[in-house]
């Protein structure tokens, strides 16, 4: 029940910009897919299917913590000055406290998924991120998925505060950051597969303004 709050409380304050949370769940559990037949060397033959979905449903989580960071902050359409991007920068950590009060999810196998997530999937590959200049492969491998779907679902969806971003210019903005803000090897596969994240990517869209029409 206190699950269920949680994620009633973010999803509530978080809607008024942005449905990407499920986009996001969506391409990291394909992204995730794509690397275990990749890139075989940086999984164990343990990492399952059911991991994987496990690591995408807990990604629905990354954002938690913004539902402690305030309306004007998330709702704001120009850029940010210094003191609201501290603010911003913060909701990774209270994202995790907020996980931490409550007990029973502690046992649960997407805890560890969901706390690592959200923690470190603004850290950078080349350390200059946050919360804790975490770099290379010090980040876990579930948050520098994540980081990689959420930055594209950022720019590839409508904000309250700016237009989605035409496709090119999408996915030249993953390219730009290989090896800098991104995991080179996440960044490679993404690009070879652009046709597959664009498939995803337009059947979410559409289905999300078939049900916000209807309704």
Partial sequence: FALFICFHCCFSKMFQCTYGADLVAVIGNDLLDIL?????????PVVIQQQISQIATASVLHDVGKIAIPDYVLNKPGKLTPEEFKLMQQH????CELL?????FHNDPLYAYSYDI????HERWDGRGYS??????EIPLCARIMAVADVFDA???RRCYKPAMPMDECFDIIRQGKGTSFDPRIVEVFLENRAQVERVH??????VSAVFISG
Avoid: M, Y
């Fill in 100 to 104: 931490n009060r409550i007990p029973n």
């Fill in 92 to 95: 990774p950590v209270k994202g």
């Fill in 202 to 207: 337009e059947t979410f869209t559409v289905g």
């Fill in 155 to 157: 720019v590839a969806e």
């Fill in 36 to 44: 275990r037949q990749t890139f075989i060397e940086i999984f164990s």
């Fill in 118 to 121: 959200c923690r470190w999937h």
């Fill in 132 to 137: 804790d200049g975490l770099a290379g492969e």
